[in-house]
T-cell receptor, first 113, second 113 residues
Framework: QKEVEQNSGPLSVPEGAIASLNCTYSDRGSQSFFWYRQYSGKSPELIMFIYSNGDKEDGRFTAQLNKASQYVSLLIRDSQPSDSATYLCAVIPPGSNDYKLSFGAGTTVTVRA | AAGVIQSPRHLIKEKRETATLKCYPIPRHDTVYWYQQGPGQDPQFLISFYEKMQSDKGSIPDRFSAQQFSDYHSELNMSSLELGDSALYFC????????????FGQGTRLTVV
């Protein structure tokens, strides 16, 4: 079982709509959670990270963490065609010696103009 | 702002050859992580270094080795290359333990023929 599970999609949303991405994790001891955006053939780009229960907002992006349900989500408001990419959820596995990341399989998002 | 620099960007090798990938972290960052991403896959953690010492080890084949040098740059050495080693190889860096965020380089696309 992967440490992080995501729906692979594709998730198709119209321009201007809200895209909602979900991620669950298996180890209740996990503390820090990350969302990366990756365009095809490019490197992962950090969108934001969260480690406290609740919401964290950064511009059009909101991350939500629910540790009781072991659930992390990312909302993209006012979706733009440039948001079309694969979104990777990642966690630092408990017991790590550093901040290495374990990634989910990614959710592919397509924003329709 | 300075980013993580990887070289070369593209590399074509024949089976059984050797390849060396280089990574120059963001200035002041002391930790380097290597990831392998196969086609359609999520990035898989290979190995990491903190202050020039191996910090953590993932699914890195015995044919691969890596090190971090006194200037904090890192090299991933891959020997006896196999067709299955064809992938994107990413290096990421962070300032451990002060900052959770890891930032990725542009990657090296290795093709083994």
């Amino acid at each position: 079982q992967k440490e992080v599970e995501q729906n692979s999609g594709p998730l198709s949303v119209p321009e201007g709509a809200i895209a909602s991405l979900n991620c669950t994790y298996s180890d209740r001891g996990s503390q820090s959670f990350f969302w990366y955006r990756q365009y095809s053939g490019k490197s992962p780009e950090l969108i934001m990270f969260i480690y406290s229960n609740g919401d964290k907002e950064d511009g059009r992006f909101t991350a939500q963490l629910n540790k009781a349900s072991q659930y992390v989500s990312l909302l993209i408001r006012d979706s733009q065609p440039s948001d079309s990419a694969t979104y990777l959820c990642a966690v630092i596995p408990p017991g790590s010696n550093d901040y290495k990341l374990s990634f989910g399989a990614g959710t592919t998002v397509t924003v329709r103009a | 702002a300075a980013g993580v620099i990887q070289s070369p960007r593209h590399l074509i090798k024949e089976k059984r050859e050797t390849a060396t990938l280089k990574c120059y972290p963001i200035p002041r960052h002391d930790t380097v992580y290597w990831y392998q991403q196969g086609p359609g896959q999520d990035p898989q953690f290979l190995i990491s270094f903190y202050e020039k010492m191996q910090s953590d080890k993932g699914s890195i084949p015995d044919r691969f080795s890596a090190q971090q040098f006194s200037d904090y740059h890192s090299e991933l050495n891959m020997s006896s290359l196999e067709l299955g080693d064809s992938a994107l190889y990413f290096c990421a860096s962070s300032l451990f333990p002060d900052q959770l965020e890891a930032f990725f380089g542009q990657g090296t696309r290795l093709t083994v023929v």
